[in-house]
């Protein structure tokens, strides 16, 4: 099922240079971004009216995009403004475009009826200029259905097998089970891991053999990932009656990552990150180092989903049997499947 009313993130700003459209797949429909000569985002279906030729192999003109196979010219609403050669145009002669709204630094396109996009409704990812936190970037191309790498971020007991030599996590994650909440368009699992070893292994958070972890996460829609992890001193989880940790309490160690999950297809999907620590306890190569590591782990998890999608593939009539680690995933589920696809 792939729900078009939704904002998803079509990658990076960095991505769109002023000068160049780019082609993205979003949920099966190729779709071309371009800016305009003020820097604002189009989104646009990735088709000429004429000969159905691809608009991202064609020519930002100021503040109109040109087809480069016969020379129609096209607006930023998708209007055809000029016929090389012919003085009418058809009233038809119109591409669709899409809502598109560039948020701290991802490029967020609305698939479905434009009347419903309201950008209030655009996951509260973080900028990578937030002066909280020293962020980096990364992105990785699944050939998955986007629910299955969802479930994978919503049950991070796979931290203590996946990632047991990435992230170095260990049994722990797997044994305790999260607090999970509704929250308004998603699900909010937090927990402590007490007394571990410090992940990563980076900062003054070294100085402890052990640490208490606590780590929060909102899964909101379509499939954004929003973890804030922080580390304190053994029995800090204890002192704060395995609560939430206040807010103005001194952290060895806290990072935050967003991360975004976006159908390309039924069969395909695009996974944007940002990840790094607070600028209080990090700099910009611990962050690049953290990033590193995330790189490292996520290519644990497409090596893991890849393979289970390929067994789903033999026999997609096969039900999977829940665990009580699958609550997030089942809210979620249900989340999704109410959605006005
Ligand atoms: S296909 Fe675009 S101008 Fe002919
Ligand atoms: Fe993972």
Known sequence: MLIRNCWYVAGWSHDFAADAPVQRQLLGDPVVLWRKSDGTMVAME???????????????????????????????????????????????ACV???PVVERNNWIWVWMGDPAKADPSRIAKSKALDDPAWVLKTGELHYEAHYELINDNLLDLTHLAYVHANSFGAGPAWAQSRPKVEVIPEGVRSSRWISNTPPVPPLSKAAEHDRVDIWTSYDFVLPGV?????????????????NGPPPADLPTLFANFTSQAVTPTSETTTSY????GPASEHGDEAMAQAMIDVAGMAFHEDKVMIEAQQKIINRNPATRPMPTTADKAITIFTRLMQSQDA
């Open 225 to 241: 990932f929003l973890l804030y992890t922080a580390m304190f001193p053994p029995g800090t989880a204890d002192a704060c009656g």
């Open 96 to 98: 669709r475009t899409y």
């Open 46 to 92: 990735d088709r000429c009216v004429h000969r159905l030729a691809p608009l991202s192999l064609g020519r930002i003109e100021g503040d109109h995009l040109r087809c480069m196979y016969h020379g129609l010219l096209f607006d930023s609403a998708g209007r055809c403004k000029e016929i090389p050669g012919q003085d009418m145009i058809p009233s038809n």
């Open 272 to 275: 944007y990150y940002s990840w």
